[in-house]
């Protein structure tokens, strides 16, 4: 079969390599009809998660047709239309009975990191009755992409952590894909503000049309100043941090107000300062998170029902076999407007 394999910082190739099998009996065998490209394999092809080796197929989300089961598989058949969750987890051990799957003690985030992934004509998926969702054929799989992944981690890691109320003010600094997939949740709880700040006035003119009440172009004016000016300098109830980075991390630190929340989602390769000497009156509380995933069938419905319509965030299609020009689209997004890419098989 073809894939996308990382060969270190940098390199990555459309390349053969051997048809996944079922290494134990829960796992099961994807055939891959639709992924994406996240942020996150940005990262990793940057050479941000250096734990990712020579080699490894990239991708953690998508949707397919099962193609095997090993024998304890009880939840899918050959045949069956499946989510594939970027989380993979037993469903039994300490950590997932609590509802926090992200730290399985036989998964977590691994597709795509630690064992093959996604942008592959097949995958293997261990875990498979826990780690996939059923989806009846026919089902608009597309907008279904959006649930492997950014969906459920723009609800927990920066709705659900962020504690967002109704009649909150927040702000959503980074305006890619999981920044939307926060702005588009956040709205089950009718926050009264949303403030959304990127440096790309596309991705912000997106966000408006997502009933974003204000955008702010941090590379054009200063965030810090603007978000003061709009809460008449109180900040936001909920700071959530969709980029990465130490600067848009340190700006939640500056526009949090006192007794807010900053939610980070981002995945940082880099350290951050930690303004103590601010805020340690503030009575604020930092969340990280990986996504645990707990929420995607919750999700799911949301989208079945069209409270929230995640395809609008598909900007671009390619073929499977044409992932190399989506990864130089997604990772020019400004330029080439992108938000989500789906590639299909
Ligand atoms: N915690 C988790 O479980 C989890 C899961 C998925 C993704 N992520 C992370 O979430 C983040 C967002 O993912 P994405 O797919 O939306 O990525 P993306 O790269 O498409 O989006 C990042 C956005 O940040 C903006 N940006 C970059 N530098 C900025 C700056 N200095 N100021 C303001 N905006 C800036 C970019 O213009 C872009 O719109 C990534 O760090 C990704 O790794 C985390
Ligand atoms: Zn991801
Ligand atoms: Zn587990």
């Given at each position: 079969m073809k894939a996308l394999v990382y060969?270190?910082?940098?390199k990555k190739a459309w390349e053969e390599k051997p048809m996944p099998v079922?290494?134990?009996?829960?796992d099961a065998v994807v055939r891959i009809l639709k992924t994406t490209i996240c942020g996150t394999d940005l990262h990793i092809m940057k050479g941000d998660?250096?734990?990712?080796?020579?080699?490894r197929i990239i991708g953690h989300e998508g949707v397919g047709i099962v193609e095997e089961t090993g024998n304890?598989?009880?939840n899918f058949k050959k045949g069956d239309h499946v989510i594939i969750s970027c989380v993979t987890s037993c469903g039994k051990c300490e950590n997932c009975k609590k509802g926090m799957y992200s730290h399985?003690?036989?998964?977590?985030?691994?597709?795509?990191?630690m064992i093959d992934g996604t942008q592959a004509e097949y995958v293997r998926i261990p875990h498979a009755d826990n780690s996939l969702y059923p989806i009846p054929a026919g089902a608009d799989e597309e907008a279904l992409v959006?649930?492997?992944d950014i969906l459920p981690t723009g609800f927990e890691c920066g709705v659900l952590n962020g504690q967002v109320k109704p009649g909150d003010v927040i702000a959503i600094v980074g305006a890619g894909p999981v920044g939307m997939a926060a702005l588009l949740t956040s709205q089950f709880y009718t926050p009264a503000e949303i403030i959304v700040i990127d440096q790309d006035d596309n991705r912000l003119e997106v966000a408006k049309t997502f009933s974003a009440t204000h955008t702010i172009n941090s590379s054009k004016e200063n965030a810090t100043e603007k978000v003061m000016s709009l809460t008449n300098g109180k900040g936001v109830d909920a700071a959530i941090e969709a980029v990465g980075l130490a600067a848009t991390f340190e700006l939640c630190e500056e526009i949090v107000t006192a007794g807010g929340h900053i939610a980070n989602i981002g995945v940082h390769g880099k350290s951050v300062t930690l303004h103590m000497e601010t805020l340690?009156?503030?009575?604020i509380t930092i969340t990280t998170r990986l996504v645990d995933t707990v929420t995607t069938p919750m999700l799911y419905k949301t989208v079945l029902s069209k409270k929230?319509?995640?395809?609008?965030?598909?900007?671009h299609h390619f073929r499977l076999d044409q992932v190399i020009e989506a990864y130089d689209t997604f990772g020019n997004a400004a330029k080439e407007k992108a938000l989500k890419v789906i590639l299909t098989a």
């Open positions: 060969h270190g910082a940098g079922i290494q134990k009996p829960t998660l250096p734990e990712v080796t020579d080699g304890a598989v009880s399985c003690a036989d998964g977590g985030w691994i597709l795509g990191y959006m649930l492997s340690w009156s503030r009575n929230i319509e995640p395809k609008q965030l598909i900007t």
